[in-house]
């Protein structure tokens, strides 16, 4: 019998490379470790929301909803549109860990050491695009204690915010490589699609981040490619890539977009969380202040919304260092105007621009600053190359003189949630006895069901109910997700489906679905689903949440453009290990 033998050795070259590697994955771990107590979670603005959601959203797909987008416990046991609305992007993060670990709060701080390690990697590849590998550690390493991500990770717990701020580099590195490939070639299909994926994954992991970074990317996507020889092309592929990301994304921005009307969307835009109210005043972008309350007018806030005085001088440095690069220029530009545009001079643009209501707060926008922040500092790999073999030694210094200077600020707050699994499986079970919505202004509350609130929760009442007594049973597989139900002989009566009533309801008697006028003419003052005067005869009811209208349209394409990438990239890794098995060019990668 013949034996194989394979033996794996690192070239000088793969030794560097792993031990960046190595140095991100343990500083990504070593960011969660304090924030990851064993039965104790510190509190933070959104509090255990993104706990309770994993929970939902992993429950929906065990159910067979490949996107979720009803939540059918929650609003006192009578559903709530979240997914329609609410980013989704870290939750599918979660969702493998959250099959794999029983607690919530494990798989939730799972897929934040690996969020953290796929933004420093990314931060780090866009910093050996623009200088070297030296340039590409040192601005992974300060990219990981920007001061704003610890504000999303530790004082506001917004998750989706930090994936969104953490993703984006990987959107830039790849729109450089894609106009580098370019030079030497005609096409760059696969780099092309690697900046679709990461624009694709930014915008469903935070709209508002999204709102500004994807027009931001694409005036220095332009910019850049205007300055090249093959400008038509590199245009042509920053266009498809865009139009890819679109398609991609589109099963959630699209149904945002439609689907606001039928909410009560008013109150989180205006009053206390209209955009005047939340402006930054410059000393505060280099504040050294570190608090846990909350955002206020004029200077009294509790809350840092610090650019970080060392990454700004880095940022300096860089374009100053690398002022012929269109990308550090283009980069320092928008970072400025997007400084500016948070400032209470420019706070008018706030009210002439209608969506910008949404944003809420404009200090969100530091999440994408963060991004081209990175990029001015890798204009630094000039005045770090001077420094010849001190370069190394110097990154070390830079990266101990910010931590010395961060030295008091990014801790988690000392006001913990106690026993948090214990309080979140206690929640899960008690969910449809609580109008708990996981919006802060109830925004997502269907206009027909805000009665709903104001009487008693479901509780353990049944999903279905009939105004006479008539025998009802569960079918085999009902669940809150699909309800099955036989309705035996009987009176006429009304059949009640105690969830509120959203476009996108499916209801089917006796294997008819029941038209959506006739659901919207029918419903319960409350705004339930109810069927009236139904017939003396036996049914079969299924009812369940099939998406939004369109739906089927939207994910069919999305589904097919996906499928379409991923059979590039299967051909492309059959041809590569195809043509190093021919060449043993896995000598290459350190087997042999």
């Not at 990770?153 to 106009?179: H, K, Q, Y």
């Amino acid at each position: 019998m013949k034996k194989w033998a394979c033996t794996f050795r690192l070239s000088h070259t793969q030794c560097p490379r792993l031990a960046m590697l190595l140095l991100l994955a343990g500083g990504s771990a070593w960011v969660v470790w304090p924030f990851a107590g064993v039965s104790e979670t510190p509190l933070t603005h959104d509090g255990l929301r993104y706990y309770y959601l994993a929970n939902h959203f992993a429950e929906a797909v065990h159910h067979g909803f490949h996107y979720p987008r009803w939540l059918p416990n929650a609003y006192g046991g009578y559903g709530y549109p979240t997914f329609v609305f609410y980013q989704p992007g870290f939750f599918f993060v979660v969702l493998p860990f959250a099959l794999v670990f029983q607690k919530a709060t494990t798989a939730v701080y799972a897929a934040l050491v690996l969020l953290l390690f796929v933004g420093g990697l990314g931060a780090y590849k866009t910093g050996c695009e623009l200088g070297d590998s030296t340039t590409g550690a040192l601005v992974s390493l300060l990219f990981l204690i920007t001061p704003y991500l610890y504000v999303d990770l530790l004082v506001r717990g917004d998750f989706s915010e930090l994936t969104a701020m953490l993703l984006s580099p990987w959107a830039l590195f790849a729109l450089m490589r894609t106009f580098q490939t370019l030079r030497t070639e005609r096409v760059a299909v696969g780099s092309m699609s690697l900046f679709a994926l990461a624009l694709t994954a930014v915008i469903f992991s935070h709209p508002i981040v999204a709102l500004f970074f994807v027009p931001s990317t694409i005036l220095i996507g332009v910019y850049v490619a205007l300055g090249d020889e093959k400008w038509a092309s590199c245009i042509m592929h920053l266009a498809a890539g865009l139009s890819v990301a679109l398609i991609l994304s589109s099963p959630y921005w699209f149904h945002l977009i439609s689907m606001k009307e039928f909410v009560c969307y008013e109150s989180a835009i205006s009053g206390g969380y209209g955009p005047e109210n939340h402006v930054v005043h410059f000393p505060q972008f280099f504040s050294r202040a570190w608090g846990y309350g909350y955002s206020a007018a004029g200077l009294s806030d509790e809350i840092s919304f610090q650019l970080g005085l060392p990454h700004a001088i880095f940022a300096l440095v860089g374009f100053f260092s690398m002022p012929h690069s269109r990308w550090v220029q283009a980069s320092f530009i928008l970072y400025v105007a997007l400084i500016l545009l948070m400032t209470p001079e420019l706070g008018r643009v706030w009210h002439a621009i209608p969506i910008l209501r949404f944003v809420q707060f404009p200090w969100r926008i530091l999440a994408v600053t963060s991004t081209f922040q990175l990029i001015c500092m890798s204009g630094c790999q000039p005045v770090l190359a001077k420094l010849g073999r001190c370069r190394v030694a110097s990154g070390i210094l830079i990266i101990g003189g910010c931590c010395l200077w961060y030295a008091d600020q990014f801790f988690p707050n000392p006001d913990r949630f106690k026993e948090t699994d214990r309080f979140i499986e206690e929640h899960h079970r008690a969910r449809p006895s609580a109008f708990h919505t996981y919006a802060a202004e109830n925004e997502f509350t269907p206009r027909t069901a805000t009665a709903l609130i104001k009487g008693p929760p479901r509780g353990s009442r049944p999903m279905v109910e009939l105004s006479a007594p008539r025998a009802l049973q569960p079918d085999v597989g009902n669940n809150a997700y699909v309800i099955r139900y036989g309705v035996e002989p009987g009176s006429r009566c009304d059949l009640v489906i105690n969830q509120a009533y959203f476009p996108g309801w499916r209801v089917d008697i006796d294997g008819r679905t029941i038209p959506s006028e006739r659901l919207l003419r029918e419903l319960m003052p409350d705004g339930r689903i109810r069927l009236k005067s139904i017939n003396e005869r036996a049914h079969q009811l299924i009812a369940y949440y099939e998406g939004p209208p369109g739906n089927r349209f939207v994910s069919a394409f999305a589904g097919l453009c996906f499928a379409l990438i991923a059979s590039y990239w299967i051909c492309v890794a059959g041809l590569w290990i195809t043509r190093t098995r021919a060449t043993n060019g896995f000598a290459r990668w350190g087997f042999q």
